[in-house]
């Protein structure tokens, strides 16, 4: 390597990609069923009303010449004052961010200093571990259990005297796993962190993507902070009107907002102003989100009934599984003695053409690091937001074929 | 503080603002005069078409979905060939940002581990200043002239063994003194560059908006890099279209523009896909963005012309700048004996209700820091991209008011 591209040692570890490749090419001439996605349903968007938006953005003098400008690190006003009401805060706690995923980035750039404790779920969302440890965080984890974290075991830790700064939580239809924490649940975390110093990251991109339930909210004296709360929750756009858009928000006391803002103009400055000014302008039509959250919420109802009742008939009780309540994904406990990462296994998904996400991508530990912890090999992770029901029994259909019988 | 609000040193240490505020408040009821903008004219963006483009992508079945979708943290392909073919370099060197602000971000963390010297102008851009003291850079300056830095004095500084991890240099238009840089230039500074072990970050977002003659480039041989090249050019729309779409791109080695996109997934995933998708079907229109770029040219090169002879009516010999030859600022060097730390100077520019970029914001050093050195308090920056003929004469004359005879 060339001196001059000396690389720093972010640039020159970077670790193992998020999600690992299964390593098999897949073989015969029968179309793949793609079980990986996190997307949005293609079929849903509301592609003409977007198009509207921004024709009524870019086509109002008011708004024009500010929706291609600069705007405020802290997002637009109108739009802020929307998610604001909507989620039932204080404008001041409302940060605009690059999708969720910047939320993430920035909360752990105003928690973090290299050498810091980050206790995390497990299994959880490996995009948020690469944000962590790119900060220089120790990664320690504790495990996910029907209901969330034992906190119990967690108050045990810190009576013990461990110390953590962050714990980064995905409260609802947690990715992969699926589990929902009550209000209780959630109190008591936060009651926590208050007494033992430590703040909670609170990722809920599927929060507003429930079948039957809304799901409990965080207390209000922690989300109304003025000043200081433990509580960083962050939520997107991307789930429910596209991630292509790159506009989600962190609802944080006022100083954390402040903090975060500055550190953002060191980033990118700003997000995208136009896509701000056209999801503030749908907005404003009354009941055209809550009518299109409607619609989401029974298409993929829908398609995560068509694959439990697939798997059921296919698997019966060979495979474990909670049924989903919400969210894109089911984290599907394979049959006995079946790792994903066997190549035989591999291999069988291969001939039938069928793709998902392997439960390994989402260890928190690197490969290897402990084998007494879970490596998650025996779960895959089958996203039923983006395909229809046809697709997904067939999908279920071929998951039995390869893996019955073969352990 | 409470314990669970402890921030990160990055946080706890997020300086003064790169602008430094007028501290004093204007009077009067004159409307204010406001020459501080670095945005482009509104008057001469094409909302239209931005709508009809965005409208098309929207209404194609083969870019609804993509548009609102994840893409690619190195941006979506159609875009990164137009920029290529435009920019005259292979697209495995080319990287889609959040505009230029993210490419020396992203630039940044894949050069820079604390305690790395980053050489910068004097003066420059105090956003890119910020990006690398977060970054934990140490920061040395080097006095810029017309026609750039004194490379017989940066290859002094080398000889003698100093040594620094990267050069962030804006060699076009430079923001704010307004210096070229010439081929032979920028050739002599990569052959240093790539003798002395250093990398080059090009930030050139005013490089289309000459006004007689295009700027020279870097040689084709540092640009076209499969692997490794000092050199690390940054650019952008946001000059051109408009900073709200958040489009800007950085041409790189391919294994830098590599790392600069797994870094990104850890930052924000990927750029607006929306945006990408609109400014990819603007470019795709035969002689569209040429046409524009001619009127921006010829638009911005009547209201410098405008800004220069008011100044010069207004000012007679008082006063000391280089005419601009493109870009959106003057650099204005104020009348013997007048600081714009002053009081009396602010107050004097209050009363007439002209607002001015200060001179000492593009200062390298910290205030107090270096007392040898310059601090640019003797200059203001005069943007003229945002103000028609008219405002620009009228804030020359208030200027003159102001400051002549005030020593």
Redesign the interface.
């Known amino acids: 390597?060339?001196?001059?591209?000396?690389?720093?040692?972010?640039?020159n570890n970077?670790g193992a990609p998020?999600f690992l490749p299964l390593n098999r090419d897949r073989v015969g001439d029968v179309p793949l069923v793609n079980l990986t996605g996190g997307?949005?349903a293609?079929d849903i968007?509301p592609?003409?009303s977007?198009?509207q938006a921004?024709?009524r953005v870019?086509?109002n003098p008011a708004t024009?010449?500010?929706?291609?400008?600069?705007?405020s690190p802290f997002g637009i006003q109108e739009l802020r004052e929307q998610v604001a009401h909507w989620r039932g805060v204080p404008v001041e706690n409302v940060l605009v961010?690059?999708?969720a995923?910047?939320g993430i980035?920035l909360a752990a750039?105003?928690?973090?200093?290299p050498g810091?404790t980050v206790l995390v779920e497990s299994p959880t969302f490996p995009?948020a571990l690469?944000?962590f440890r790119?900060?220089g965080a120790r990664l320690e984890s504790i495990a996910l259990h029907a209901g969330g974290i034992d906190l119990d075991e967690l108050e045990q830790r810190l009576r013990e005297g461990r110390r953590y700064?962050l714990f980064y939580t995905i409260p609802d239809f947690q990715n992969p796993a699926g589990t929902l924490t009550s209000a209780e649940h959630k109190s008591r975390l936060l009651a926590l962190?208050?007494r033992y110093?430590?703040?909670v990251i609170a990722d809920n991109p599927y929060r507003e993507l429930w079948f039957d339930h809304e799901p409990d909210g965080f207390p209000d004296d922690y989300r109304h902070a003025e000043?200081?709360?433990?509580l960083y929750e962050i939520g997107t756009f991307s789930k429910t009107?596209?991630?292509?858009?790159?506009v989600g928000w962190t609802i944080a006391?006022s100083?954390?907002v402040q903090?975060m803002s500055?550190?953002r103009?060191?980033?990118?400055?700003?997000?995208?102003?136009?896509?701000q000014y056209a999801i503030s302008c749908l907005l404003q039509e009354p009941y055209w989100f809550d009518r299109l959250l409607e619609a989401e919420r029974a298409l993929y109802r829908g398609r995560a009934q068509a694959l439990v009742s697939a798997l059921r008939t296919g698997f019966g009780d060979a495979v474990a599984f909670d049924e989903p309540r919400g969210g894109f994904f089911l984290w599907l406990g394979l049959p006995q003695g079946i790792r994903i990462d066997d190549p035989h296994v591999q291999d069988a998904l291969a001939r039938q053409n069928v793709l998902v996400t392997r439960g390994d991508s989402f260890a928190p530990e690197q490969p290897g690091r402990d084998p007494a912890h879970r490596d998650y090999a025996d779960h895959v992770r089958i996203g039923f937001s983006a395909l229809p029901e046809r697709d997904l029994r067939e999908g279920a259909d071929r998951l039995a074929a390869a893996l019955i019988g073969l352990a």
Not at 64 to 71: K, P, R
Request: charged share 15%; net charge negative.
């Open positions: 390597m060339s001196v001059y591209a000396a690389y720093s040692h972010i640039a970077l998020p997307v949005p293609a968007l592609y003409e977007y198009s921004v024709g870019l086509g024009a010449f500010s929706s291609v400008s600069y705007v961010t690059n999708g995923m910047n980035f750039q105003t928690l973090i200093d810091d995009f690469n944000i790119r900060a700064k962190a208050d110093g430590f703040a000043r200081y709360s433990p009107l596209g991630p292509g858009w790159r006391s100083d954390v903090r500055v550190i103009a060191c980033v990118d400055g700003n997000s995208t102003a136009l896509g």
